[in-house]
């Protein structure tokens, strides 16, 4: 049996023309953990196709079964390459978080959707698949386990299209409720735990100095983030995750994450502004404490990719420059800014469609940088427009220099990724064309009433 394995393009994450250039680009561990879950009694060959890297010609395409993987940004696409293939009678299987989100959506165009994690279903389908008997749809158990998981087969990617195929995870969801989030409302709020020891063996099969963790909050549970964070000290690996600002309030466990290696964390910072954590329920972060933060981090010697995310209820037309000058002003080391981004079935989408604020349902656009909903307190061209020029603002020569010489950490790495997005905020520009007409769209809510 021959199974393809396929990550689709989308608009700004491409082969040719899109602005997530190698230097932003790691290997994501979807494909090589569903290639690790096929039985071994199917004797099955695989290969994977990532459309990020590479192009791919869906024409030539020959295989028994084709795997597609979908985010909601690259859900066209992968709608439109599952038509393509069922049309030449290849049978098309889909999951991912959006098929996640929303499978009804993806389900007539394809012969099977897998609903959350597949560590148990994908399997379960491929031996029912064998048998001539796969089914319309696999959902996960909330029982699943990820113990004594076989490793993910990272061999099988083209190494030569990413910065790392070091990349590695612990646990999957987040035991938080943030309103736009995908995690709570995909996989719920109990996060699944690998054990330690399969970490930390995984790490050691696939060494590196440098190592990336792409857990969405590794302190979720702060006595398993403590024995991995132990664990990893003899390893003496460089590492970058995730957390959120809750890491700073706990010393012990600050320390312990510096000690262990951490050279680089991602926190999402959301807003400058108070009032709109509350809003979007995060209100454990303190928008006072992100210098300190900052400075903290920077003492122990990680550096900070902070995340910040515009068109917020609250948010008026100040608030693009106000947060760039500050992100400037702090030294944050990687500054990132999203539009404000309702996926489809979460708490935030809910809320907008009830309110008739959702403008287009086109999930090509529901990429995080463009606006597919109606801003409470300014026009969408003002969102667009002031969302461009905090990147551009960050991402400037002069701005890049001040951030580098205000942090401490001085290293290479750090001009690598910062002109990674500097190409990006000179280039979103180009991705307004798609078949977004700024000012022409009316809330769909109302269109279809
Ligand atoms: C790597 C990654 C990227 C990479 C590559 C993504 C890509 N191919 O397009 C980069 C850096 C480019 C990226 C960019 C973005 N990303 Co991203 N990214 C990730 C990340 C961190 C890791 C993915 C991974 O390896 N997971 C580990 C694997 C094992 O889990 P998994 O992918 O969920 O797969 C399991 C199941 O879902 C299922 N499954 C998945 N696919 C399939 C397919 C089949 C056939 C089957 C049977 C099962 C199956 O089986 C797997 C095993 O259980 C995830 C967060 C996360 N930790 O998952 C976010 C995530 C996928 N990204 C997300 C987002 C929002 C974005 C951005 C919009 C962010 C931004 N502001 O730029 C952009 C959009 C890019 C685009 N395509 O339009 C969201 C997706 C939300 C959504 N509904 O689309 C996620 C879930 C993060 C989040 N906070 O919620 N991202
Ligand atoms: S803390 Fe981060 S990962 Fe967790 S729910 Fe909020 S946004 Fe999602």
Not at 350 to 374: C, M, P, S
């Amino acid at each position: 049996m021959k199974i393809i394995l396929l990550s689709p393009k989308g608009p700004l994450y491409r082969h040719r023309g899109g602005i997530f250039k190698k230097n932003l680009r790691y290997a994501p561990l979807t494909l090589t953990t569903l290639a690790a879950l096929i039985p071994p009694e199917l004797n099955a060959s695989v290969e994977i196709l990532d459309e990020g890297i590479e192009d791919v010609d869906v024409e030539r395409i020959q295989a028994d079964l084709v795997g597609i993987t979908a985010t909601t940004g690259n859900s066209v696409r992968a709608y439109e390459l599952a038509d393509r293939l069922r049309a030449r009678n290849i049978p098309v299987v889909m999951g991912g978080p959006h098929v996640t989100l929303v499978p009804d959506d993806a389900q007539p165009h394809v012969d099977s959707v897998v609903v959350g994690y597949a560590e148990d279903t994908w399997p379960e389908l491929l031996r029912d698949f064998a048998a001539g008997q796969m089914k319309p749809r696999y959902t996960m158990s909330p029982d699943l386990s990820l113990a004594n998981r076989p490793f993910p087969k990272r061999e099988l990617v083209k190494k030569h299209g990413y910065i790392t195929t070091h990349v590695f995870e612990s646990q999957r969801s987040c035991i938080h409720y943030c309103e736009f989030c995908v995690a709570p409302t995909a996989w719920g709020n109990k996060p699944f735990y690998k054990p330690v020891e399969d970490v930390i063996a995984d790490i050691k099969q696939h060494y590196d100095r440098r190592i990336l963790f792409i857990d969405l909050n590794l302190i979720n549970d702060r006595d398993y983030a403590a024995r991995l964070f132990e664990a990893l000290i003899s390893l003496k690996v460089d590492w970058f995750g995730l957390t959120t600002t809750l890491l700073n309030r706990d010393k012990e466990l600050l320390k312990l994450t510096a000690r262990s290696g951490c050279s680089g964390l991602l926190m999402g910072f959301e807003s400058i502004r108070r009032d709109n954590q509350k809003l979007m329920k995060k209100g454990f972060n303190t928008p006072d404490e992100y210098r300190a933060i900052t400075d903290e981090l920077h003492q122990y010697g990680i550096t900070l990719m902070a995340c910040f995310t515009f068109g917020l209820d609250n948010d008026t037309t100040d608030v693009f420059m106000e947060t760039a000058r500050f992100a400037v002003e702090a030294s944050i080391d990687l500054p990132r800014y999203a539009i404000v981004t309702p996926f489809p079935g979460t708490a935030l989408y809910k809320r907008l469609e009830a309110e008739g604020r959702i403008l287009t349902k086109n999930w090509e656009l529901y990429d995080a940088q463009h606006v597919v909903f109606q801003p409470k307190l300014m026009t969408p061209e003002e969102l667009y427009a002031g969302h461009e020029k905090a990147w551009k603002y960050t991402y400037s020569i002069p701005n890049m220099t001040r951030r580098f010489l205000g942090s401490r950490i001085q290293v290479p790495v750090w001009w690598v990724t910062n002109i990674g997005y500097r190409f990006y905020a000179n280039h979103l520009k180009d991705f307004y064309n798609c078949d977004w007409i700024m000012g022409q769209l009316t809330p769909v809510k109302a269109a279809t009433d």
